[in-house]
């Protein structure tokens, strides 16, 4: 019997878990995200959830002052730092002007540049959408961070990131509107999320 001899791997911790989270194959309808060094699989939102974010949607379309594009679910390439590994992550919801048409030839996981906001409804794990998330998408530069906490009944608007968190935010219970600045520039209604 022969011994091979095999070379030291060479690839760090990171390119592994990147490799394998890219070749990872989920069932039909669940999504899989690299957050913070673990590969997080999510099963299909409920009903109320798709809701909510179709309630935000359809006013960002009918009132904002930009005419925006918006993609449920699009793969966001987000930069490594701090405690983040590279991190891949699928917002509830990406709205982006329309002019700059961001979405149209975006390979499955795009940087977030041009982002205008990004929407979370919380849902099984509501702690990975108020911290880890709000974390991830501060680092990618995202102006703005939309969240629905249903569970706390409330939703809060995440602005002016730095690093790797936000240094505004402001919260309204359900039934209150909530103001949405430039490009957006109108209040948002959630009396619909009661």
């Known amino acids: 019997m022969s011994a091979m001899a095999h070379e030291p791997l060479t690839r760090d911790h990171d390119d592994v878990l990147l490799e394998g989270f890219l070749a990872l194959e989920t069932p039909e309808g669940f999504r899989a995200e690299l957050i913070e060094g673990e590969i997080v699989v999510t099963a299909p939102p409920d009903g109320d959830h798709e809701d909510h974010i179709s309630l935000i949607a359809e006013q960002v379309f009918t009132r904002s002052e930009t005419r925006m594009q918006f993609s449920g679910n699009k793969g966001l390439k987000v930069p490594r730092g701090g405690l983040c590994v590279r991190n891949h992550v699928i917002p509830d919801g990406t709205f982006a002007p329309r002019e700059l048409r961001l979405f149209r030839g975006a390979e499955s996981w795009m940087p977030c540049d041009g ?30 961070y939309l969240l629905v906490d249903r569970e706390k009944s ?14 505004q935010h402001v919260t309204v219970p359900f039934g209150k509107q909530l103001d949405l600045p430039a490009p957006f520039s109108f209040a948002l209604e959630t009396t619909d999320f009661l």
């Open 115 to 144: 982002v205008a906001m990004v929407a979370e409804v919380t849902s099984t794990k509501p702690d990975r959408d108020r911290t880890a998330k709000r974390h991830c998408y501060a680092r990618g530069g995202i102006p703005l």
């Open 154 to 167: 409330d939703v809060t608007l995440f602005g002016d990131p730095e690093g790797a968190d936000y240094r």
